[in-house]
């Protein structure tokens, strides 16, 4: 499968804790995306970086990129209950500027109140 | 602006019918993605269309079909369809050029074959 592997695939955290979920991939990329996926409904865009930068913040949002390692982190600081979600990496897989991601396997965030 | 549009939201239909999938992508994009997601295989790339063209392909068999209109709005279908095609159909709008590379994703058709 082309698909990366994400991990954990499930993440338990009381609001107000940090989550960091990880994501490897195998191919070469131009930028990884994060995306964030409620309960069976439409993704929607967190974050991109590009394979040139190496950490990139977007509010409680911090992302960085290991090209060497073909690996990517998402943090999410001060988590709140809205923040329960999938969350996906996704890479363009060097086809730059199109729609054919690919897709991690996700990882499922639950924040307790 | 108006986000992306799919119908019908949810649809059953039987093994072996044909089922047809529409999206409306945010105004301006030209280029429109769709996105098969199971609980087995996850989020998996049909095929992309821009400017009324297929620019890329997944690897699904060919039962799976899909166009763009000269507005952009593009329809996929599936014909003889199989139990395995339950699955939430997720469309992606984009400018298609050189920009984010960002998608803008539609809210899904959740499809059951009984």
């Known amino acids: 499968s082309q698909q990366g592997e994400e991990d954990p695939q499930a993440l338990s955290i009381q609001e107000g804790e940090n989550a960091t979920m990880n994501c490897s991939y195998k191919t070469s990329i131009n930028n990884l995306q994060w995306y964030r996926q409620n309960s069976g409904r439409g993704l929607v865009h967190l974050i991109l970086i590009r394979s040139n930068e190496r950490e990139k913040h977007s509010g409680r949002l911090r992302v960085t990129l290991d090209t060497s390692k073909k690996s990517s982190s998402l943090l999410i600081t001060a988590s709140r209950a809205a923040d329960t979600a999938s969350y996906f990496c996704?890479?363009?897989?060097?086809?730059?500027?199109?729609?054919?991601?690919?897709f991690g396997q996700g990882t499922t965030l639950q924040v307790k109140p | 602006k108006a986000g992306v549009t799919q119908t019908p939201r949810y649809l059953i239909k039987t093994r072996g019918q044909q089922v047809t999938l529409s999206c409306s992508p945010i105004s301006g994009h030209r280029s429109v993605s769709w996105y098969q997601q199971t609980p087995g295989q996850g989020l998996q790339f049909l095929f992309e269309y821009f400017s009324e063209t297929q620019r890329n392909k997944g690897n699904f068999p060919g039962r799976f079909s899909g166009r763009q209109f000269s507005n952009s709005r593009s329809e996929m279908n599936v014909s003889t369809l199989e139990l395995g095609d339950s699955a939430l159909y997720l469309c992606?709008?984009?400018?298609?050029?050189?920009?984010?590379?960002?998608?803008?994703f539609g809210e899904g058709s959740r499809l059951t074959v009984l």
């Open positions: 992606a709008s984009s400018d298609g050029r050189a920009s984010t590379g960002e998608l803008f």
């Open positions: 996704a890479t363009d897989g060097s086809s730059s500027n199109t729609g054919k991601l690919i």
